[in-house]
T-cell receptor, first 111, second 113 residues
Framework: AQRVTQPEKLLSVFKGAPVELKCNYS??????LFWYVQYSRQRLQLLLR??SRESIKGFTADLNKGETSFHLKKPFAQEEDSAMYYC?????????????FGEGTQLTVNP | NAGVTQTPKFQVLKTGQSMTLQCAQDMNHNSMYWYRQDPGMGLRLIYYSASEGTTDKGEVPNGYNVSRLNKREFSLRLESAAPSQTSVYFC????????????FGSGTRLTVV
């Protein structure tokens, strides 16, 4: 079974401060991990995926297989970063792959 | 590009009524999914279709049925709506393979009274 845990439901920081959104996973195989972002009442958008090792909007995330974590980081938060963030894991089932999402973290960046 | 289109955007149902949520994608994706989003619970998979002609149950399938009408369309039906089905429903599609991630629709906000 695959599981994703985001321990913080709410996270509040000030503009310009560093931010880290935590994500831990459990999966017996080799995981594929993603971060999705949802701005207020909009659709979910793919923010980044670990396999591409890209940085989007200043966010980065590193897969740590030893700690089974995929934390999302940004050195200087901006007000427009306020949103709901979901960590997701893609496992492989006999009928195909599917994403399992964490519970989400609501990030608020205060001026 | 339209991407993934869901209809309707909003719906209010009375307990016991039925309805179908429609989803269509124009990206030629093989796989399609239905999720529900509830506060504090993240997104939970209701049903998915790995390819045209196949459907499988997800984490919370009770009270729902699906139809993969063709490669483009994947509908979700509530036969007898219950207040516990009040939620935001998202449809998504993806390429075959784990690395691509999903493209989501804009969601349907459903209230059952």
């Amino acid at each position: 079974a695959q599981r994703v845990t985001q321990p913080e439901k709410l996270l509040s920081v000030f503009k310009g401060a560093p931010v880290e959104l935590k994500c831990n996973y459990s999966y017996s195989g080799s995981p594929e991990l993603f971060w999705y972002v949802q701005y207020s009442r909009q659709r979910l958008q793919l923010l980044l995926r670990h396999i591409s090792r890209e940085s989007i909007k200043g966010f980065t995330a590193d897969l740590n297989k030893g700690e089974t974590s995929f934390h999302l980081k940004k050195p200087f938060a901006q007000e427009e970063d306020s949103a709901m963030y979901y960590c997701a894991l893609s496992g492989w089932e006999t009928s195909g792959s599917r994403l399992t999402f964490g519970e989400g973290t609501q990030l608020t960046v205060n001026p | 590009n339209a991407g993934v289109t869901q209809t309707p955007k909003f719906q209010v149902l009375k307990t016991g009524q039925s309805m179908t949520l429609q989803c269509a994608q124009d990206m030629n994706h093989n796989s399609m999914y239905w999720y529900r989003q509830d506060p504090g619970m993240g997104l939970r998979l209701i049903y998915y279709s790995a390819s045209e002609g196949t459907t499988d149950k997800g984490e919370v399938p009770n009270g729902y049925n699906v139809s993969r009408l063709n490669k483009r369309e994947f509908s979700l039906r509530l036969e007898s709506a219950a207040p516990s089905q009040t939620s935001v429903y998202f449809c998504a599609s993806s390429e075959v393979g784990r690395s691509y991630g999903y493209t989501f629709g804009s969601g349907t906000r459903l209230t059952v009274v």
